[in-house]
């Protein structure tokens, strides 16, 4: 079995509002991507991250490196091309910093009579539906509701055929999982810590630093 983890870090993050791409950000010392790839990389064979075309210069020198593509799973889909030894796949966003070992490996573990094993939390929201004017329409079960976070770990075939879509489908993905599902493979979520933040904001990355630093 080849464990290949793939960082997608190949976003602009137009929404954190910093001169570099995301994944490039400085956080606690070191580039946003970095924190998850010396996690990934004590757990997967290799890792492949996928980055944005222009950032040629702050490119990781010791890992290997692909240019991301115009949407999350396009990058994805470019680092796997890069990986045809991969018999499993370990997604993960370059985004989410904190996350540790332990909710990797229970991913891998979890990837038994699966095609993919994702990392979730137990919605703590109430989420309702809306419609454009912003009136209610629904509101939604919460007690089966689940946000979903990376890593997402997928048996290499399935991903790939999974990711073998028009462009315009995987732009509108917000995750990989999503593609397999409508491919009709079987996903199981892992309970995943909270404090897998998604880093969006200037907000969240002030919430990251602190966190970062409380577990030194
Ligand atoms: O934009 P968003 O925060 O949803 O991005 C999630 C992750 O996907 C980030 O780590 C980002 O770098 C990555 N991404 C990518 N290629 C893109 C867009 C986003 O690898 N074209």
């Not at 499993?88 to 094993?117: F, K, N, S, T, W």
């Amino acid at each position: 079995v080849s464990v290949v983890g793939v960082i997608a870090a190949g976003g602009s993050g137009e929404r954190l509002g910093a001169s570099v791409p995301k994944a490039f950000v400085v956080l606690g010392g070191r580039a946003l991507y970095e924190w998850s790839f010396e996690v990934l990389r004590g757990v997967c064979d290799r890792v492949v991250v996928a980055v944005p075309s222009e950032t040629s210069d702050l490119r990781p020198q010791t890992s290997d490196v692909v240019v991301g593509g115009a949407s999350r799973s396009a990058s994805v889909r470019n680092a796997l091309a890069a990986a045809p030894e991969a018999s499993v796949v370990v997604v993960h966003d370059a985004a989410r910093p904190l996350v540790e070992r332990d909710l990797v490996e229970r991913c891998i573990a979890a990837l038994d009579g699966v095609d993919g094993a994702i990392a979730a939390a137990p919605v703590t929201d109430t989420v309702k539906e809306a419609d454009s004017a912003g009136r209610v329409v629904r509101t939604l079960d919460r007690s089966v509701l689940w946000a979903v976070q990376t890593p997402q770990v997928f048996r290499a075939d399935v991903l790939r055929r999974a990711l073998d879509v028009d462009e315009s489908v995987l732009a509108s993905a917000t995750d990989d999982a999503s593609l397999v599902e409508a491919a009709g493979g079987a996903i199981v979520l892992v309970e995943a810590p909270r404090e897998n933040i998604k880093v969006t904001t200037e907000l969240d990355l002030r919430v990251a630093e602190a966190m970062l630093e409380a577990r030194c």
